[in-house]
């Protein structure tokens, strides 16, 4: 712990003068990688897209949550440059991995994009050097995948290098969390990584919370997004069952949620989307399966939730009929077709399989979104249209898959299109025309 490589990377962490490396610079890494660099460190961004290298290069943002002014700020400062040449690492004194981490076709977890990481900081470790693993991941995969491969060639985690796991809780498009003040958990694969971890990101976030263990730290990411994809999964059933009952499931949550204490809300929708809470709870279940463990409400809720698209398509069936028209040859509008409201990111977004579906019986497809201009679906390139223009051209039936908050609601609901309302983005709106999930 008191070890001489150990003391010199504190004291650089705590002068600021440790050389921090982001592999991945993408919604995680970027944002990191600027609030490093904002807060004084000089910062080297690895990323194998040398698109986005060259966007940072000439200060140019493309992850909304991250301003422009800021990024610019600090690449000018000469603090923040991207490059995609893996064998800067060796001068790095901190590397934090934000690779990606998503499933095989098969559900199991593809590591694949960590293990090309980590064999990158491999060939060049150095004695004195922390390396952090922020991609979400199964327990386990710090101590059983990451620290043999830096292992290998002869220097011992603890003592020679430091290591650590902190899962990144950034939630793209909120204004009020980000990177700066949302609590950072830090589990290392010892004592002496665990403290080098936290001292580094005391000095850039408010608040620190060390665990015990690498497996404790990537545990605790798994436990925050299965917590969330299970109880979304208890109000989508909800909806469906409200529906049947002919109860507004959405005044419902409403008045449940104004009880103090025991009852936090969580929404129905489309079905989940992003790049992890469809993700993240399967390599949970993959690394219980391996102990012998069946998670029973991870199986549950995924079957829920992954059903919502067909539930939507039904609604648009139940709207379309109420016209005597249907789905085959009617003309659908999709509003909002990110994974959530204000942002622009695809991943996995449940509007996808709406596409899908509607398209399979026969609907014709046009979508808004501003935040999305172009989509590929069924082999043809999509473009997103004005919404005032869509509707002007009086589809059959809009669905609102996301509730980006540029819509012009009012314009929507004063027309004569019918509605699907995935999300409530028409709340306090009466109409016959509107169909709620
Ligand atoms: N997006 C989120 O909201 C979010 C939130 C919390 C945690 N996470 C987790 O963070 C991790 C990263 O997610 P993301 O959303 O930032 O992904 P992303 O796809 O936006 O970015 C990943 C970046 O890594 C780069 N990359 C891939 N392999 C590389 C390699 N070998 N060397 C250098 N660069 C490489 C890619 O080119 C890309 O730019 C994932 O494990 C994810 O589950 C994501």
Redesign the pocket.
Same mark, same amino acid.
């Given at each position: 712990m008191t070890s001489t490589a150990h003391q010199t990377l504190l004291d650089r962490i705590a002068t600021k003068r440790a050389r921090i490396g982001v592999?991945?610079?993408?919604?995680?890494?970027?944002p990191l990688a600027v609030e490093f660099a904002r807060q004084g460190f000089d910062v080297s961004g690895?990323? /194998? %897209?040398g698109s986005?290298v060259s966007q940072i290069n000439a200060g140019q943002s493309y992850?909304p949550d991250v301003p422009q002014a800021e990024l610019c700020a600090v690449v000018k400062a000469g603090r923040l440059r991207g490059t995609?040449d893996?064998a800067e690492l060796a001068g790095m004194d901190v590397i934090d991995i934000?690779?990606?981490?998503?499933l095989r076709k098969t559900k199991d977890p593809d590591l694949s994009?960590?293990v090309?990481?980590v064999?990158?900081v491999a060939a060049s470790l150095k004695r004195g050097q922390l390396i952090i693993l922020?991609?979400?991941?199964y327990p386990g995969t710090t101590d059983e995948v990451v620290q043999p491969m830096l292992e290998s060639r002869g220097l011992k985690a603890d003592a020679d290098f430091f290591l650590a796991f902190s899962?990144?809780? /950034? %939630?793209?498009g909120n204004q009020t969390y980000t990177t700066r003040n949302i609590p950072k958990i830090v589990g290392g694969g010892g004592p002496a990584g665990t403290e080098a971890a936290a001292r580094l990101y005391e000095s850039v976030v408010e608040r620190v919370i060390r665990v015990s263990s690498t497996r404790v730290a990537e545990m605790v990411?798994l436990l925050e997004n299965t917590f969330r994809a299970v109880n979304i999964g208890l109000v989508n059933e909800l909806a469906l069952m409200c529906h049947k009952m002919d109860i507004d499931v959405w005044e419902v949550i409403d008045a449940a949620k104004t009880k103090p204490f025991g009852f936090m809300p969580f929404y129905p929708g489309p079905g989940l989307g992003?790049?992890?809470i469809p993700?993240?709870p399967h390599y949970l279940s993959w690394k219980a399966r391996q102990n012998g463990f069946e998670c029973r409400f991870i199986e549950l809720a995924g079957n829920v939730n992954s059903a919502m698209p067909e539930h939507v398509v039904e609604r648009v069936s139940e709207a379309l009929n109420t016209a005597r028209k249907s789905i085959n040859g009617s003309r659908v509008h999709v509003i909002g077709v990110a994974y959530k409201k204000d942002v622009n990111?695809m991943?996995e977004s449940p509007a996808l399989d709406v596409l899908e579906l509607l398209s399979k019986r026969g609907a014709q497809l046009s979508y808004s979104d501003p935040f999305v201009p172009e989509l590929r679906h069924g082999g043809a390139t999509l473009h997103s249209v004005d919404l005032g223009e869509a509707l002007a051209a009086k589809p059959d039936c809009a669905v609102i898959c996301t509730d980006h908050t540029v819509f012009d609601y009012d314009a929507l609901v004063g027309g004569d299109t019918l509605i699907v309302d995935t999300r409530n983005a028409l709340k306090n709106r009466q109409s016959p025309r509107i169909f709620r999930l």
């Open positions: 592999i991945g610079l993408g919604y995680v890494g970027l690895f990323d /194998v %897209d986005k992850i995609s893996m934000c690779v990606p981490t998503p994009y960590v090309r990481a064999e990158a922020e991609s979400t991941t899962p990144e809780r /950034v %939630d793209p990411k992003g790049h992890c993700i993240d990111d991943r």
